[in-house]
Every structure is written in C-alpha cells, then in structure tokens.
C-alpha cells in the first residue's frame, strides 16, 4: 500500500511540469483588448509569440483585409511593401513582403503563401501563411527572411465579432540577433492587431463575401 501512494504521489508531482511544458506561454502585453504571450520553443533561435483578439466584424471582413495584398503596409508593423504575386482564388494566395529592420540592419522580405480553410460544421476559419523558397532571387541589400510559419484560428462569435487566436514563429535570417527580435516581438504584433482593429471596419470591407466562406 505505501508503494502504491508514493507510485500516486511521484506521478502528482510530476504531471504539472509536463502539462505546462505544452503550453508555457508567458503574457506579455495586456491592453485594448490585446493579449500578446511568447514562449520559447525547442531547437528555435528567437521566440513563439501568440496574439488573443476580438475583432468587431465578419470573418468576409477579416478575409478581405488579409487577401487586399498591397494595403498591407497600411497595418502590419514595419512592412513597407506588399505585392501580390499569384492568386488562386481568394483561399489561396502567393505574395511578397518587404520589412524594414531598425538601423543598422538590413531590410528583410520575403514571400509567402497564405491559405484560408473553413470547418463547414462549426465555421471555424483556419488562416496558414507559411514562407516559400526560390520562388524570386534575393535581392541585393535585402535579407531573405530563412522561415516563417503563421497560424490564424479565428472563431466567429456571432455576425459581428469574431475572437482569433494568431500564432507566429520567424528566423528573420542572418545579422540580426535573437534577443533583439525578442524584443521587438511584442511590440510588433501588438502593433498589427491595434491596426488591424480599425482597417476591419472601413466601408471597403463591410459588404465582402466569399463563395468558399460562411460568416
């Protein structure tokens, strides 16, 4: 019997730490209805970071800011270029993006594919934008961004708001150090989604639909 308690007791106490080990996320950022978490990741130089949102309008609102490429630099932190470069659809998109990094850093850009999925049964919407090599040269005085993985969940709480769960990781490529994306790793996407708020609900986007979409 006491074999079997300290077997309970040695599997109580080590539980916790698993548990947490898969979702370490330390909150960062608290304000305007924005919650920013980082965690480290195993085998990755800079931080995961992940933004909790609600955002006043339609999942076709929100489609239609993300898939209108070049007003991009009009709302994502730093981005001082975006050119569409492929469509296949409106669910699936081929685009390029130029960043600019804080003297005495190079720019940053890179180009990337965004695909959008829906679950017919509940209307989640499941946002992937993932990095794509060789698709142009590298351009001179520009660093090529080496990886970058996004995942947007957005789930619509009623025809008006929608509550999305985004999750960014990024190797911003050689010359800048980790600890100085860190840094700024917060403040970016706290940046994006304070935009972000505001550009979801101008005229343009209020009357999109997509066949491929239920709001």
Do not use: C
């Amino acid at each position: 019997m006491k074999l079997r308690y300290l077997i309970v007791i040695l599997i109580g106490l080590l539980l916790p730490p698993v548990a947490n080990s898969q979702d370490n996320w330390l909150l960062k950022k608290d304000n305007n209805g924005i919650k920013v978490f980082s965690r480290k990741t195993s085998g990755a130089r800079t931080d995961e970071v992940k933004v909790e949102t609600i955002l006043d309008g339609s999942l076709s609102q929100l489609v239609a800011v993300l898939t209108d490429i070049k007003n991009h630099t009009n709302w994502v932190y730093k981005t001082i270029k975006s050119e569409l470069l492929r469509q296949n659809g409106a669910e699936n998109i081929f685009y390029y993006s130029e960043v600019n990094a804080p003297w005495p850093f190079d720019n940053r850009d890179l180009v990337m594919q965004m695909n959008i999925q829906q679950n017919p049964q509940n209307k989640v919407m499941t946002v992937n934008v993932n990095n794509v090599d060789d698709y142009m040269p590298v351009k001179k005085n520009i660093v090529r961004i080496s990886f970058l993985h996004v995942t947007w969940t957005v789930t619509p709480l009623n025809n008006k708001q929608v509550k999305v769960e985004y999750q960014i990781q990024v190797n911003p490529g050689n010359g800048v150090p980790a600890w100085l994306v860190n840094l700024f790793a917060t403040m970016g996407p706290y940046e994006t989604f304070a935009n972000l708020k505001e550009k979801i609900k101008l005229p343009q986007y209020q009357q999109a639909s997509f066949p491929f979409l239920t709001d």
